[in-house]
């Protein structure tokens, strides 16, 4: 339309400039001069309309005005539901449970002489085995932050040693904690005094670990108690609460610090014992893991928690022999650190 008018004024200047020119021609007077004004007008207004046209400048209008900006979204993939959740990555330390991610993982924590296992199950609940000594209760405590633990769903303390249990108040001091399991002993130490105050005040009732006693957990994942079966032993270590967990197709043995009694105990009731990583019993004491026990666990890892230059001279050379002998992988808290064993349900891998 602009371009239309200015070519219409162009013509125009130039019909007048020529009829001007005419006119002076034919007579010189005002009316030759004043269309000769008017031809030069439209001239020039012709020029600055032209001029307007080449550096592009339009008046504006609704369709060229500008627009809010459109936000750009992707996508889905063929065949998939559109994703309307508002996922967020949680920071470290900061989730109070792994995502579920389908794997099962069992950190046999580096504690020093005493046991402390932390089982994270897929779907989120977590399951605290013994918490070292009392020294090591700090350590524990950072540890299970570190693997954003913010709930125990389960404490087990195996047996009233301290090296087991010692730790174990200031654990669950430090989380809330569902359900707390215990053999049915006593011991007449500060640690296990300590253990049960920390129980009662935190309003919880601690519920006997012995054979046949399952853990109330849901899915594939399944844990029983295979032991103790007695309400008597010699040795305190044989009230140890052992525990035979599967996941899937895989399983893992805990064993605390039972000896060859239980172990015969254990194999004569027929208990399910067979696992791929097995926790060596009372940190590779030469009075636990006896070959009929091996054969019958067949475990592909094994995993022994010991401290670095203990008075005990723990691993034994008979237990490490042993072990040895049925071809079993072994892994050691004293030299290997934390150990972590990852379950997807078929397999086992040691980290």
């Known amino acids: 339309m602009v371009a239309t008018i200015s070519i219409l004024a162009f013509l125009t200047a130039v019909l007048l400039a020529v009829s001007a020119g005419w006119l002076a021609l034919r007579r010189a007077g005002k009316k030759a001069k004043r269309q000769a004004f008017y031809a030069i007008l439209a001239f020039i207004l012709s020029l600055a309309t032209a001029w307007g046209n080449l550096t592009g400048e339009q008046p504006p209008s609704p369709a060229n005005q500008a627009r809010p900006p459109v936000a750009q979204t992707a996508s889905p993939p063929p065949g998939t539901a559109p994703d309307t959740s508002t996922s967020q990555e949680k920071p470290p330390g900061a989730s109070n449970q792994p995502a579920a991610s389908g794997k099962l993982r069992v950190h046999y924590l580096d504690v020093g002489q005493g046991d402390a296992i932390l089982v994270q199950m ?9 918490g070292g000594t009392s020294d090591a209760g700090p350590d524990v405590v950072q540890k299970l932050k570190q693997y954003g633990v913010e709930i125990l769903d389960f404490v087990i303390g195996t047996h009233p040693h301290e090296d087991h249990i010692g730790g174990l108040d200031l654990v669950i001091n ?70 035979h967990l599967t996941y899937g197709q895989t399983a893992f043995l805990f064993t605390g610090d039972a000896g060859t009694t239980v172990e015969e105990e254990m194999l004569a009731g027929g208990k399910p014992l067979k696992a791929d990583v097995l926790k060596v019993a009372h940190h590779g004491s030469r009075y636990s893991t006896s070959t009929a026990f091996l054969k019958a666990v067949a475990p592909w890892y094994a995993v022994i928690s010991v401290g670095k230059g203990n008075d005990y001279s723990h691993p034994h050379a008979q ?21 972590t064993a990852l379950s997807d349900g078929q397999k086992v891998t040691i980290q």
């Open 122 to 130: 897929p779907d989120g609940k977590n399951i605290l085995i013994d």
């Open 319 to 339: 237990t490490l022999q042993r072990l040895q002998k049925a071809g079993v992988k072994i892994y050691r808290t004293d030299r290997d650190g934390t150990i």
């Open 174 to 243: 430090s989380f809330p904690v569902g359900k707390v399991y215990l053999p049915r002993v006593t011991h007449n130490t500060d640690s296990y005094r300590d253990l049960l105050l920390a129980i009662k005040n935190k309003g919880l009732k601690a519920t006997e670990a012995k054979a046949g006693v399952a853990l109330p957990l849901e899915g594939s994942i399944q844990a029983l108690f295979v032991s103790p079966a007695r309400k008597t032993y010699e040795d305190l270590n044989d009230y140890s609460a052992v525990l």
